[in-house]
């Protein structure tokens, strides 16, 4: 992966966009894709189209990604609280990973980017877990960027089962509690193999994290932009990344 990163860096991307302008790429960026229902809305659509539209915003930023040699990104694409909606609208959205990637998982597997998932996925309809599943195998082989979906997720959620975890390893005799460290409570969470997040972007005009990657995001940097989801372009995406470049991050040190 350091191999391929260091390849892109020295060479313009395919779009034309030099990544030499680009003086510090994050390795991990999380996107919250917000907006889709507001960006229907005021065109008078029903918000399945809005998350229609979105969707192909996804396959352009994937794209942009993994041009600019970004290793991880990661999309919020259903929380656990998106439950509460309209029934027909949660309905269309968990046909959406079988639309996005029956359509796209062909190029996913010749750009080398493996497909993750994070969240409850066995609360997920039956046809949404199969091609979440297939999309996985299918690209377990490649060892480019990983392409992380946040699908029924809530960081809520996710620390109160580490926690949970980690009290019973502590009952059976497997953990001391006086040695528990933070870097244990990592261990249980559900981005375990990864690296926290260098940049989070947020779309929509919103400045909240809605329970997303709460213990992950304690020192990444964040960039909110009022553009809806779909909207979102390259030149966002490549807006957001030269801001990040531009700011000095010294978790709460001091830099001389």
């Not at 790429?25 to 809305?41: E, F, K, Q, S």
């Not at 609280?81 to 359509?103: A, C, G, I, T």
């Not at 998932?117 to 599943?133: F, Q, W």
């Amino acid at each position: 992966m350091l191999e391929k990163l260091a390849s892109q860096q020295h060479n313009p991307s395919g779009d034309g966009v030099d990544v030499n302008a680009f003086e510090n790429i994050p390795r991990h960026v999380a996107i919250i894709m917000d907006g889709n229902g507001r960006w229907a809305r005021r065109r008078g659509l029903p918000r399945i189209a809005g998350h229609r539209a979105g969707m192909n915003v996804v396959k352009k930023i994937v794209r942009a990604a993994d041009r600019l040699g970004i290793e991880i990104l990661t999309l919020y694409a259903f929380s656990t609280e998106n439950w509460k909606r309209p029934k027909d609208e949660v309905d269309y959205l968990m046909r959406l990973p079988e639309q996005f990637l029956s359509s796209y998982l062909k190029e996913l597997v010749e750009k080398n980017v493996q497909v993750r998932v994070m969240g409850d996925i066995e609360r997920l309809p039956a046809h949404t877990r199969r091609a979440v599943d297939k999309a996985m195998a299918d690209t377990a082989a490649n060892d480019g960027m990983v392409l992380n979906f946040a699908l029924n997720y809530g960081s809520r959620h996710e620390i109160t089962e580490a926690v949970r975890r980690l009290a019973i390893d502590v009952r059976e005799g497997r953990k001391d509690p006086e040695d528990i460290t933070e870097k244990d409570i990592a261990k249980y969470l559900l981005t375990n193999v990864y690296p926290d997040p260098d940049l989070l972007i947020r779309t929509s005009g919103e400045i909240r994290l809605s329970n997303f990657m709460l213990w992950q995001l304690a020192y990444t940097e964040l960039w909110f932009t009022d553009v809806y989801w779909p909207d979102f372009t390259e030149d966002h995406f490549h807006e957001a990344i030269r801001h990040y470049s531009g700011r000095s991050r010294r978790y709460g040190g001091v830099k001389e």
